[in-house]
T-cell receptor, first 114, second 119 residues
């Protein structure tokens, strides 16, 4: 069994300040972990993924995430928020074998103010 | 990354009619496709998983006779909402994975979504 908990339903930041979106997971097997971003009425775009290589994963648009097995966390960060980062972010887990479906967190809405 | 094209992006239909949504993998063979439904301000709810050439596996609570899924080729899956009602109005998203068995890709690629409005 696997599950994902996104700890914040909404996060508000000012443009130019750091972003932290929190995600904790549970998985019976070695997990693959993903962060996806969704803009209004759009599909999902992959930001980054962890699949057992380096624990610090760099993605697109300046985002990165660190896999911490001891804390079962995969938090998403960005040093400096941009207005265009405002969107819904989903943390997703799948087991490493690939047999399981993707399990989505409930999402975190990132709001960026000028 | 790989591209998944979903069509149409928006559709409005009358209550009682059927609507077909297509999901195509443009540059890879999608051995597995997933169909999700997303309610306003909510996460994605998996409706069904389909493997090419076999019947779809539906999640509990999803009516398979209402939401017909066909995955006839490695690049195309369709979701048909039959006898649509206003409560079926929602945002539907497909995703696709390549590979199979131990070589299945862990990453899924998503279509752009379809906004269905039933009036």
């Amino acid at each position: 069994a696997q599950s994902v908990t996104q700890l914040d339903s909404h996060v508000s930041v000012s443009e130019g300040t750091p972003v932290l979106l929190r995600c904790n997971y549970s998985s019976s097997y070695s997990p693959s972990l993903f962060w996806y971003v969704q803009h209004p009425n759009k599909g999902l775009q992959l930001l980054l993924k962890y699949t057992s290589a380096a624990t610090l994963v760099k993605g697109i648009n300046g985002f990165e995430a660190e896999f911490k097995k001891s804390e079962t966390s995969f938090h998403l960060t960005k040093p400096s928020a941009h207005m265009s980062d405002a969107a819904e972010y989903f943390c997703v887990v799948s087991d490493m074998r690939g047999y399981s479906t993707l399990t989505f967190g409930k999402g975190t809405m990132l709001l960026v103010s000028p | 990354g790989a591209v998944v094209s979903q069509h149409p992006s928006r559709v409005i239909c009358k209550s009682g009619t059927s609507v077909k949504i297509e999901c195509r993998s443009l540059d890879f063979q999608a051995t597995t496709m997933f169909w999700y439904r997303q309610f306003p301000k909510k996460s994605l709810m998996l409706m069904a998983t389909s493997n090419e050439g076999s019947k779809a596996t539906y999640e509990q609570g999803v009516e398979k006779d209402k939401f017909l899924i066909n995955h006839a080729s490695l690049t195309l899956s369709t979701l048909t909402v039959t006898s649509a009602h206003p409560e079926d109005s929602s945002f539907y998203i497909c995703s696709a994975r390549g590979g199979s068995g131990a070589n299945m890709n862990t990453e899924a690629f998503f279509g752009q979504g379809t906004r269905l409005t039933v009036v």
